[in-house]
């Protein structure tokens, strides 16, 4: 079993900043490429950004020179730097890793449970 727990969502004005975090817990052997994605109501999800183990970084258009991912990969964490929040900023946050499992070595992909940001005056 593995578990992600997010943390550092809220409400925040335009303009306004936040980080997010997300520790991967278990039976985790390594953690592969970790992201973010997020939901706004009546949209799909989509990737917000992405960090493999080696460092290799992914953003959305959207989010580019605004947000920075980063990992911890002793304790299995991604952050998410969020700078200059925009109201379409506005979502829920979810964490996504990929890991490898020391059950039957696997790997598989997990997703956290979902942090709300809002990005309101």
Known sequence: ??????SGGGLVQPGGSLR????ASGSIFRTNAMGWYRQAPG???????RITNGGSIVYAD???G???IS????KNTVYLQMISLKPE?????????RAVVVDNWGEYGYWGQGTQVTVSS
Do not use: G, M
Request: with cysteine; hydrophobic share 40%; glycine share 0%.
């Open 89 to 97: 900023d506005t979502a829920v946050y979810y964490c996504n890793a």
């Open 62 to 64: 959207s989010v580019k």
């Open 71 to 74: 990992r911890d990969n002793a």
């Open 20 to 23: 997010l975090s997300c520790a």
């Open 43 to 49: 949209k799909q999800r989509e990737l917000v950004a």
């Open 1 to 6: 079993q593995v578990q992600l727990v997010e």
């Open 66 to 68: 605004r947000f920075t």
